[in-house]
C-alpha cells in the first residue's frame, strides 16, 4: 500500500493567490482528516469527513478555507486568498473507523 | 489553558541512555492515549496506544498513564540514533481519533 499520498510536497505562493493541496487517502478508509502543523500551535485539526462526508469543520480557521471530498478516493483543502499566516505544513490523514491514524508526508506551504 | 501540554523544549541524549518525555493534560474525559513519532519532513506515524491508565509496553518503549494526575509518560530504553525524532502526544475522549488533542512534542536527539 503507498500510504496517504499528499501534493504537492512543497508550494510557495504569493498573497492572495489560490492554494490547492491535494490528498487520496488509503484504500478502504472511510474517514479522513486535515491538520496543520506550526511551531507555535503544534498539530490542528482543520476539518474532518467521515465516508466523504464533513462532520466536524469547527477547526477551519476562516471562510477563505474550504475542502471537499467528492470521492472516497480524493479530498482538497484549498485556501482562497491565502495570507502569510497560513504558512505552515499541512497534513492529510486517513483512518478506518476508529483505528490509528495514518498521515501523509505534508505540504510545506509557504505564503510570501 | 491549552487541553494537552508538552514542553517542546528539545533532548539531547547520549546512544544508549533512557529518554524520558510526558504530557499532561486538563479534559478528564480523555481515554484513549497516544504516542505518535514524526521523522523530519515527514508525518507523525503512530507509536504506543494506550486505554485508559496503566502501563504498556513494546520493544525498547514503554508508555505510562496516570488519569488521577492527568499525565502521561513515554519511556525509550537503549535509545539509538534512529529514535532521533519528534515525539508528539496525543490523546483523545470516547469518540477516539476523531477529536485528538496533540501536545507541541518534543524535538529528541540520540548522540552516537
Known amino acids: 500500500d503507498a500510504g496517504v499520498i499528499q501534493s504537492p510536497r512543497h508550494e510557495v505562493t504569493e498573497m492572495g493567490q489560490e492554494v490547492t493541496l491535494r490528498c487520496k487517502p488509503i484504500?478502504?478508509?472511510?474517514?479522513l482528516f486535515w491538520y496543520r502543523q506550526t511551531m507555535m500551535r503544534g498539530l490542528e485539526l482543520l476539518i474532518y469527513?467521515?465516508?466523504?462526508?464533513?462532520?466536524?469543520d469547527s477547526g477551519m480557521p476562516e471562510d477563505r478555507f474550504s475542502a471537499k471530498m467528492p470521492n472516497a478516493s480524493f479530498s482538497t483543502l484549498k485556501i482562497q486568498p491565502s495570507e502569510p499566516r497560513d504558512s505552515a505544513v499541512y497534513f492529510c490523514?486517513?483512518?478506518?473507523?476508529?483505528?490509528?491514524?495514518?498521515f501523509g508526508s505534508g505540504t510545506q506551504l509557504s505564503v510570501l | 489553558q491549552k487541553e494537552v501540554e508538552q514542553d517542546p523544549g528539545p533532548l539531547s541524549v547520549p546512544e544508549g541512555a533512557i529518554v524520558s518525555l510526558n504530557c499532561t493534560y486538563s479534559?478528564?474525559?480523555?481515554?484513549?492515549f497516544m504516542w505518535y513519532r514524526q521523522y523530519s519532513r515527514k508525518g507523525p506515524e503512530l507509536l504506543m496506544y494506550t486505554y485508559s491508565s496503566g502501563n504498556k509496553e513494546d520493544g525498547r518503549f514503554t508508555a505510562q498513564v496516570d488519569k488521577s494526575s492527568k499525565y502521561i509518560s513515554l519511556f525509550i530504553r537503549d535509545s539509538q540514533p534512529s529514535d532521533s525524532a519528534t515525539y508528539l502526544c496525543a490523546m483523545s475522549g470516547r469518540n477516539g481519533n476523531n477529536r485528538l488533542a496533540f501536545g507541541k512534542g518534543n524535538q529528541v536527539v540520540v548522540i552516537p
Open positions: 490523514a486517513s483512518s478506518f473507523r476508529e483505528e490509528k491514524l495514518f
Open positions: 469527513f467521515n465516508n466523504n462526508v464533513p462532520i466536524d
Open positions: 479534559n478528564s474525559a480523555f481515554q484513549y
Open positions: 484504500s478502504g478508509h472511510n474517514s
